[in-house]
């Protein structure tokens, strides 16, 4: 299956990238793109997806982007890693389970490689490290074509969800890469790539 592998070093604006990721679902559904695995970061965003509710903001003052992902309020910030896929399930498994369970594999796969050991839960989704949540997935589906992604806190500022209640948890319940492990955080995106493109394969 062809896909297109993107990294972008700088920081990209939430909205921007939004807009290039539906660009592209459009442009697959019309067979005029390949599938897509995009690597990058945002500046400090909340972002709510569908399922969220006001109570799950602490602070009133912070800016709120409304986005159709599934899931409910996160943050994204410098240091969190943004995977982002566009892939047309017409042409793979139209099996969502099995999208899921892939991207949860490939984020484990990538833990272990810094020595942090991770799980999936079926009860939430996510990938979870001692009981703290350290990868968010969140994804949606339109004629089959998949997009969105997940995102990882790799050596990202926590302190700014203590103004939401993250995926509607205890926001103390939110770690990262750099907490829970003394090795050196390096090949990221390299690592990213090589895993992510393994697991997609199995989509």
């Known amino acids: ?39 990058l970061e945002h500046p400090l965003t909340y972002t709510v997806g569908i399922r969220s509710n006001e109570s799950e903001v ?33 042409k793979r498994k139209k099996d969502i389970k099995n999208l899921i369970n892939n991207i949860e594999r490939a984020v ?15 009860k939430n989704i996510g990938i979870w490290v001692n009981d703290k949540k350290i990868a968010a997935i969140g994804v949606r589906i339109t004629g089959w074509i998949a997009y969105h992604g997940c995102s990882i806190n790799i050596n990202n500022d926590l302190r700014p969800y203590k103004k939401i209640i993250p995926c509607g948890l205890d ?27 393994k697991n997609l394969k199995n989509v």
Do not use: C
């Open 1 to 39: 299956m062809t896909l297109e592998i993107k990294v972008s070093r700088k920081l990209v604006p939430y909205k921007i990238a939004y807009r290039e990721l539906k660009k592209r679902v459009d442009s697959i559904k019309k067979h005029k793109s390949k599938d897509l695995l995009w690597i």
């Open 58 to 90: 602490l602070d009133k003052k912070i800016r709120l982007i409304k986005t159709n992902r599934g899931g409910k309020i996160t943050l994204h910030n410098p240091g969190q890693k943004i995977i982002y896929l566009a892939l047309d399930l017409n």
């Open 108 to 122: 484990i796969e990538f833990l272990k490689i810094y020595k942090v050991d991770s799980y999936s839960d079926k």
């Open 171 to 197: 926001n103390k319940k939110i770690t990262s890469v750099k907490k829970e492990t003394n090795i050196k955080i390096i090949d990221i995106e390299k690592n990213l790539k090589k895993i992510f493109i």
